[in-house]
Nanobody, 124 residues
Framework: VQLQAFGGGLVQAGGFLRLSCVVS????????LGWFRQAPGKEREFVSF????????NYAASVKGRFTISRDSAKNTLFLQMNSLKPEDTAVYYC??????????????????WGQGTQVTVSS
């Protein structure tokens, strides 16, 4: 399974971006798709996930109400709409896919496959 994330860029505070992640490769069962981010000098942190069975979503408290995760199953693409961006949202954003069923996908070790990351920079 390969994941390719794109759509990052430089935006002013208060602006928006939409990240995309194309999932391709063998048709293994995928239980969830998620977004994580890593700022310089910090650990990778959870942003959002969506369960493919039931479409349940979850968000980190820091992005809830501003970010929206969605997917286009026909195009095997995951999206992250990011509105009202803040300088503290600056990070490399990664998409990930999980092949194992868990109750919670907010942990990075729940995921088996990762994209290469796309840089998001929010200027103040």
């Amino acid at each position: 399974v390969q994941l390719q994330a794109f759509g990052g860029g430089l935006v002013q505070a208060g602006g928006f971006l939409r990240l995309s992640c194309v999932v391709s490769g063998p048709r293994f069962t995928i239980y969830a798709l998620g977004w994580f981010r890593q700022a310089p000098g910090k650990e990778r942190e959870f942003v959002s996930f969506v369960r493919l069975n039931g479409r349940t979503t979850n968000y980190a408290a820091s992005v809830k109400g501003r970010f929206t995760i969605s997917r286009d199953s026909a195009k095997n693409t995951l999206f992250l709409q990011m509105n009202s961006l803040k300088p503290e949202d600056t990070a490399v954003y990664y998409c990930a896919a999980a092949r194992t069923y868990y109750n919670d996908y907010a942990r990075s070790d729940s995921y088996n496959y990762w994209g290469q990351g796309t840089q998001v920079t929010v200027s103040s």
